[in-house]
C-alpha cells in the first residue's frame, strides 16, 4: 500500500513537473513572437467565430481561449511579475486588431486590460495584488468590471453597495445591473462605497477572485449589438480579505488610469469596427466598378468613411501619445485640462466611429444592408452603436460642462 502510494506521489509530481515546463516553454514561445503577430493570429480565430458569437448572443470563448495560450492577457503586466510590460499604445493596437474580427472578443479584451491596468498602476504596493498579478500572468485570469448598479445607469463615480468589514474580512452585497462576461470571467473588479457611513462617491476598487464571490442571475443579454459581451445583470455576494481592496481612493484611480485607460481602449475597439466595416464598403465599391467601368454612386459615401476614419486613427494616435506622455505624473493627469480631453476622447471617438460606419453602410447600399451578403455591413452597425451608450456620451457632456466654462479659447493654432 504504501509503495502505491508512493508510485502515485512519484507520477503526480512527475505530472506537476512536465506542466511547469510546458508553461515555461509556452511563456518562452509566445514571448518570441511579436504581440502584434500574436493578435493577428487571435483576430483570425475570433473572425472564424463571430458570425456564431453574434447570432448565439454567446462568449467567444475560441478566441479567449486562444489569446490565453498566446499570453495576450497578460500583456500589459510588468515583466517583473511575469507579464510583457506592453505600453498601453500596444495594448489599443490590439483591441484594434480584434475589433476588425470581432467586436465582442476586442470589447471583452479591453474591459479585461482596463481591469489589469488599474491594478498595475494602483496595486503593486500592496503584496495581496502582487500574488494576484503573477496568479494572473500564470493562469491567464480573465476580470471582469462591475460599476453600474442598480438603476444609476453609467453613473461610475457613486456607489450605493457598502463594503462591510469585521476585522480584516471585507463583504459586498451588489446589484450590477451589467457585468460582461461575469459567468466566464476569473475575477470581477467592482466600485463600491468605502463603508456604510460614507457618501456614495467615497469609494473604492476592489479585486474579488471567482472562489471569493457568487453571482445570482437578475437579467439577462438580449442585445441589438456588442452580443457576445454577455452583459447580464447579477446580485454578487462576495466575501474576501482587507486587503483586497486597492490602496488607492477610487477617485485618484478613476482620473489617473480608468477614465482614460477605458476611452483609449475602447476606442481602439471602435475603430476596428469602423475599419471592417470601410473594408466591406472598399471591396463593395471595387467590385461595383470593376463591373461596368464607372465609379458606382455610393463610391462618395466611401471616400467620406474612409476620410473619418483616418481622422479617428489619428484622433486616438494623438490622445494615447498625450496619456503616455503625462501617465507617471499625477499632477498632468489630475489638470482639468487632461480629463476633459480623455472624457471627450470617448464622445469623439464614438461620433467618428459611427458616421465611419454609417457611411460605410451608405456607400455598399442594399449590399451593405442585407445580412445575407458578403458586403453585410450590419454587424459592425449594430455593435458601433453601443458605443455613445457606453457611459452615455450625453452624461459626459454634462459632466465636463463646467470645466468647459473655465477654458479659454486658444489663441495660436499650437498651442
Ligand atoms: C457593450 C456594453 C458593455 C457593458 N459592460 C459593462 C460591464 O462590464 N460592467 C458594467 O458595470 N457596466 C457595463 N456596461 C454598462 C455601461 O457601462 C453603462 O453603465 C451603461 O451603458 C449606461 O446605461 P444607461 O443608459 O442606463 O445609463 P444612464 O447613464 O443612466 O443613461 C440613461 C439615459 O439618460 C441620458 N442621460 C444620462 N445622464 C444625462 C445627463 N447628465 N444629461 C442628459 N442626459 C443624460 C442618457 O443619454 C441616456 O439616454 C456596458 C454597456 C455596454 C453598452
Partial sequence: MALQEAEEDRQVARHTVRGIIAAATKRQAAASESLANRAEKIAAVAAAHAAAVDSNSCFPSEAIDAARAARLLSAAVPVEFGGEGAKLSEIVDVCYRLGRSCASTAMIYAMHQTKVACVVRHGVASAWHQRMLRRLCNEQILLASSTT???????VRNSAAPIERRDQRIALKRQATVISYGEAADGIVTTARRAADA?????????FLKDDYTLTKLSGWDAFGMRGTCG???ALDALGSAEQILPASYDKIHAHTMLPVAHLVWSGVWAGIAAAAVERARAFVRKAHGGSGAMPAGATHLTRASASLRTLRNLINASLQRFEAAASDPAALEAIDFQTAMAMHKVSASELAV???MSAMQAAGIAGYRNDSEFSIGRQLRDILSSPIMISNDRIMANVAAATLLGSTPTSLRD
Fill in 232 to 234: 447580464e445583470g447579477f
Fill in 199 to 207: 457618501a456614495s462617491s467615497d469609494q473604492v476598487l476592489v479585486v
Fill in 149 to 155: 448598479e442598480g438603476k444609476a445607469g453609467g453613473d
Fill in 355 to 357: 458616421a465611419t460606419v
